[in-house]
């Protein structure tokens, strides 16, 4: 059965229940709270300036699996919005979401040898450095847009791919270690079975970001 996708005339409230696990992300687009539960979509964006075509793209995104981006990527919203959004995303993600997957993975360590402890450590900061370059280059793109609003060379964007299956690669490697070290029923607490799921949600999260930001950076390439 195909889902019923947000429209301007969903209530905020459906929309902010059905993604409460990734309130942070809601955030960002720059809603606040405060709104009145019984409005729709469309009123609190245009209360809080917000754009709501693109509010709907991300949410939309993230809270349908059959959601077909292709045929919604054709720029109906501001391409600043989405770049804003990008922009506060990874500062986001850097600031507060690097330290706290930092303290939950201390959390599973207990549980490793010490040949494992640095197997895994080493995958870690290895994927923080790979997000750290990778967005240094996003912003360097949206930068020279913001200067000169002209098409990106498609080289870079190229890069930006590449640095994706790198991170990707990374994560899933973390991934497998932790679940051939630790076998789900050998958690010695819930700390470990969160760590394990912190992982896995991070990656859906990160193939979602790469849906927005990849239509993003094609408008880009003009």
Do not use: W
Request: aromatic fraction near 10%; charged fraction near 25%; include cysteine.
């Amino acid at each position: 059965m195909k889902n019923i996708y947000y429209t301007p005339a969903t209530l905020i409230s459906d929309v902010m229940k059905d993604n409460f696990r990734r309130q942070d992300s809601l955030d960002l687009l720059g809603i606040t709270p405060g709104y009145n539960n019984c409005s729709s979509v469309k009123e609190v964006c245009d209360a809080q300036g917000v754009d709501c075509d693109f509010f709907l793209y991300v949410t939309n995104v993230y809270t349908f699996e059959d959601y077909d981006l292709e045929s919604n990527i054709s720029g109906v919203y501001p391409l600043e919005s989405a770049i804003d959004y990008i922009t506060r995303a990874h500062d986001f993600f850097l600031r507060l979401h690097v330290n706290d997957i930092r303290q939950n993975f201390e959390k599973v360590l207990p549980a490793l040898d010490e040949e494992a402890k640095d197997i895994a450590a080493e995958l870690l900061e290895r994927m923080f450095d790979q997000f750290r370059e990778h967005i240094d280059d996003i912003n360097r793109i949206f930068d020279q847009h913001r200067q000169s609003p002209v098409s990106v060379n498609s080289v870079q964007v190229v890069r930006i791919f590449g640095q994706e299956r790198e991170i990707s690669a990374t994560l899933d490697a973390l991934i497998l270690h932790l679940s051939e070290q630790i076998l789900p029923d050998e958690f010695k607490d819930a700390a470990e079975h969160q760590v394990c799921y912190l992982f896995q949600f991070l990656r859906k999260d990160m193939i979602l970001h790469e849906m927005i930001k990849n239509a993003t950076l094609k408008r880009l390439i003009g």
